[in-house]
């Protein structure tokens, strides 16, 4: 009961405070975010999933980092007078989406910002190991998109994707390389856009939606256009339990009737792929999970991926290894991407560290000492990695990994 009571005040109080901020009456607002996080923070307290509380622990520093802000934002908003919020603006906008082609739609700043989001990057699809059929399937949809189509012949398959699973997996290494496969050969610009969902609430205070049907329409006049959302969990987390926001609301509508506008009338020709990475799936509701038909879960590595993600992070690196690769890989089951990387670096450090004693003193002689010396390396032997294992341990839980395949399993059934 005191848990839901905490929630509830949470909520109105963060409410209050969007309201106030609206009306241009900072000290109130200020006074509201303290209180919804002083509430929060008891309802924390009083949560037993510890990932749940700490995503509320975590929902108390925007807000705090928020209250300290406020001067700041208020600032940036009376700069943009345009998009200054107005009675009409605070209603959930689930209007149609904004017309891809008109371009003065958007607030010039808000462009702006949508166009930091574009993102390039040079990851290629072989710098990621394993997952072999996630990759075939991004391409084919990237492909679709790109490819012309047929005159006279309306074809569907085309289709947004849910990428989740545990931390470190490779979620946003495989948007990465989507990005490098999008970028124009030409030299024309990208169309890949990168956000996090919980940078956008918590630095675009009042302006979120805004930004997300900015992002829609700079990305339709883009077309095709690649839109990867991540951490979308930060934004749905809340609303089974009744503890979503009003900016939240609003941003989750406007994204439901961005995703609904791609596919209406006079949209033919234009193709923005939408893409989602999260590590909470079970937080999303249905009207998302309805609109991403491919839900694909991108699990913690097998033992030939891991085999691979070892190549890539060491003999791809130069190192040479003594021992078979395979007895590696079967040592670290349970490990993801990210803590095969970290295991690697581990091994790596250690061993060049030992080889190089005697750098410090070459540099207490001089530069010129330092800049002659080549730095030696030697191959790594199992004792190597068995030591590293000790300093790198897997953090997702076999319960967690359960936790994936029962949803995965209650999704496609
Ligand atoms: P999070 O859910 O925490 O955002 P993520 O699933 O998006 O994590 P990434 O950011 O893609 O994970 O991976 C983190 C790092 O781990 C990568 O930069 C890469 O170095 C390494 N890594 C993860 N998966 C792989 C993989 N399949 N192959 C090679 N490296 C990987």
Not at 256 to 271: A, F, H, I, R, W
Not at 345 to 353: A, D, G, L, S
Not at 354 to 376: C, D, F, R, S
């Amino acid at each position: 009961m005191a848990l839901e009571f905490n929630l509830k005040q949470s909520e109105d109080y963060e409410k209050q405070a969007f309201d106030a901020f609206s009306a241009s009456d900072l000290k109130k607002s200020q006074y509201c975010l303290m209180k919804a996080a002083e509430y929060l923070t008891e309802a924390a307290k009083e949560t037993k999933d510890g990932q749940l509380s700490e995503l509320r622990r975590e929902k108390v520093r925007k807000l705090l980092d928020k209250a300290k802000r406020l001067p700041e934002l208020a600032e940036q908003a009376k700069q943009k007078p345009s998009s200054k919020q107005t009675k009409d603006d605070k209603a959930p906008t689930s209007a149609a989406p904004s017309d891809g082609a008109s371009k003065s739609s958007v607030d010039a700043e808000i462009r702006g910002t949508v166009e930091s989001l574009i993102h390039v990057s040079k990851v290629t699809w072989d710098e990621i190991g394993g997952l072999a059929d996630t990759k075939q399937e991004l391409k084919y949809a990237l492909g679709m998109t790109l490819a012309k189509r047929p005159a006279g012949v309306s074809l569907a398959g085309w289709s947004n994707f849910l990428l989740y699973g545990p931390p470190g997996t490779g979620k946003t290494l495989l948007a990465a390389a989507i990005s490098n496969a999008v970028k124009r050969q030409d030299g024309g610009s990208s169309c890949f856009f990168n956000a996090k969902i919980a940078g956008i609430l918590s630095k675009y205070f009042g302006e979120s939606a805004k930004l997300i049907t900015g992002l829609y329409t700079v990305a339709r006049e883009k077309s095709p256009a690649v839109v990867f959302l991540d951490e979308f969990e930060s934004l749905t987390a809340s609303r089974d339990r009744g503890e979503q926001t009003g900016a939240e609301r609003q941003v989750l509508s406007t994204f439901l009737s961005e995703l609904d506008g791609l596919d209406k009338k006079g949209t033919e020709g234009v193709y923005v792929l939408t893409i989602l990475a999260t590590n909470r799936p079970w937080d999303l509701d249905a009207a998302i999970l309805s609109r991403f038909e491919k839900k694909i879960l991108i699990p913690l590595p097998d033992l030939p991926a891991r085999r691979e993600i070892l190549d890539i992070h060491l003999a791809r690196k130069g190192f040479q290894i003594e021992t078979d690769l395979g007895k590696i890989a079967e040592m670290t089951d349970g490990y993801s991407g990210r803590e095969l990387e970290a295991f690697s670096k581990e091994v790596t450090n250690r061993m060049i560290v030992e080889m190089n004693m005697a750098i410090p003193e070459l540099v207490t002689k001089g530069i010129e000492q330092a800049m002659g010396y080549e730095i030696k390396l030697r191959p790594l032997s199992l004792a190597d990695f068995e030591r590293a294992r000790q300093k790198v341990q897997p953090a997702t839980t076999p319960a967690t990994v359960k936790r994936y395949h029962d949803w995965r399993d209650s999704v496609t059934r």
